[in-house]
């Protein structure tokens, strides 16, 4: 049993290995052709390395057993030693490098910062292989196409969608290259509903051959059964350790999360909260500030929208000492809500001012009510133009 374990263990380090690239290196180690890390016994494993040697396998610990897998590197430089580890979907060529500082040497002088990445992770949409309308046919379950396609490229389990409206989707099982054929398991129309009706789709419409239409760098879920032992549970806990210095609002070099568009084009959404929460966005303990809208290449056209139906849009609660505030230009006060509710503003312009309904004074001597404080009915204007002693005044209104 023993035995077979260590056979067992070995391919899987050595498929991890085939995957992951290289670990649990020594720092500045030797390099191989075009300046990548070396791999030597100890030091980590190729992709070439898939069924290599057993007695890389052998000797001291390198950090994987059948339960745990642990991957531990000095990092250095740029691109792949640059990282622990990296994972790339759909690369764009037979040798793909984490693009960490990725940029030729000259290019050190555009980057100010040096990074270290502990696991980088990349994934590329592939591009779609088409079948033509011309000469593709159906059966309930084939496609035949009069194109040249790579058959080679076909795995079992490919997914194979039509371009019909609405299209019609099979999972491949076989394929026939000198029929140019692709076998499924049968076709079923995608309308967003379970039908499990066996249709064939009409000839004379192309296909598109393991089609992806959205792309995932990482896509992690957790999950609190029914019956688990654990009754909370987080997607995911990014932790931050600084024991250097505290950050300020002047530097913030010290991030959580940091979300960049490193494309030409604008991205649509940075952080987007889906399906019922009962919170969309909390934060706890800020020191300044629990949200800024921080000034940039470019202006947004809303600091805050809400285009929901919520019963409030703004609600706040809590002893403030103030609950609203708007300054301008050189901290001009242009307009507060206090923690008593009074507002000051640098001006009022509107075609028209409302009072709401009150109770008015009981007298010129009634402690209700603040110094400035305005009350009406049907006969007088208050005004409360002093706290101490309590003195109300008041004017009459008439018809003219």
Same mark, same amino acid.
């Given at each position: ?79 792949? +030693? ?19 500082? @990725? ?5 050190? /002088? ?46 079992? @389990?490919?997914? =194979? ?7 019609? /989707? ?11 054929? &692709?076998? =499924? ?22 296909? =598109? ?19 688990? @032992? ?26 959580? &999360?940091?979300?960049?568009?490193? @494309?030409?084009?604008? =991205? ?18 800020? &020191? ?61 312009? /509107? ?26 009915? +049907? ?14 005044? +008041? ?6």
């Amino acid at each position: 049993m023993d035995k077979l374990l260590r056979s067992i263990s070995r391919r899987v380090l050595f498929r991890v290995g085939a995957t992951l690239a290289a670990f649990t290196g020594t720092a500045g180690g030797a390099l191989a052709q075009g300046g990548r890390p070396k791999v030597e016994p100890g030091d980590g494993f190729s992709p070439e390395s898939l069924l290599g040697p057993p007695e890389l396998a052998e000797g001291p610990r390198r950090g994987l057993t059948l339960s745990q897998l642990k991957v531990f590197r000095r990092t250095y430089g740029t691109f792949d +030693r640059a990282s622990v580890a990296s994972v790339i979907a759909n690369p764009l060529n037979a040798d793909p490098q984490a693009q960490i500082l @990725g940029t030729s040497r000259s290019g050190l /002088s555009t980057y100010f910062t040096r990074d270290s990445v502990a696991l980088y992770v990349q994934g590329f949409g592939p591009p779609a292989s088409n079948l033509p309308a011309s000469g593709t046919t159906y059966g309930q379950n084939f496609v035949r196409t009069a194109a040249a396609i790579d058959f080679a490229q076909l795995k079992p @389990g490919m997914i =194979v969608d039509t371009q019909h409206s609405p299209k019609y /989707s099979g999972e491949v099982t076989t394929w026939d290259a000198a029929n140019k054929q &692709i076998n =499924v398991s049968g076709w079923y129309r995608v309308t967003g509903k379970l039908d499990t009706t066996p249709y064939v789709p009409a000839n004379g419409v192309g296909a =598109v051959l393991n089609p992806v239409t959205k792309i995932w760098a990482i896509n992690a879920n957790v999950t609190l059964t029914a019956d688990s @032992g654990a009754d909370a549970c987080a997607g995911m806990e990014l932790g931050v350790l600084n024991a250097k210095s505290d950050d300020t609002l002047a530097k913030l070099t010290t991030l959580g &999360i940091d979300v960049v568009n490193l @494309g030409s084009k604008a =991205v649509g959404v940075a952080y987007r909260q889906r399906s019922p929460f009962q919170i969309g966005f909390m934060s706890q303990s800020a &020191i300044s500030m629990g949200f800024l809208v921080a000034s940039g290449p470019t202006s947004p056209l809303y600091g805050f929208r809400d285009s929901s139906n919520s019963n409030v849009v703004l609600y706040a609660e809590g002893k403030h000492q103030h609950y609203i505030q708007f300054v301008g230009p050189k901290q001009r006060l242009l307009y507060q809500v206090d923690g008593n509710g009074f507002v000051t503003c640098t001006g009022l312009r /509107s075609p028209a001012f409302v009072l709401n309904a009150s109770s008015p004074p009981a007298s010129s001597r009634d402690p209700q009510g603040e110094a400035g404080e305005m009350r009406w009915d +049907r006969n007088y204007l208050y005004i409360k133009v002093s706290g101490a002693p309590h003195t109300w005044r +008041r004017v009459q209104l008439s018809d003219w």
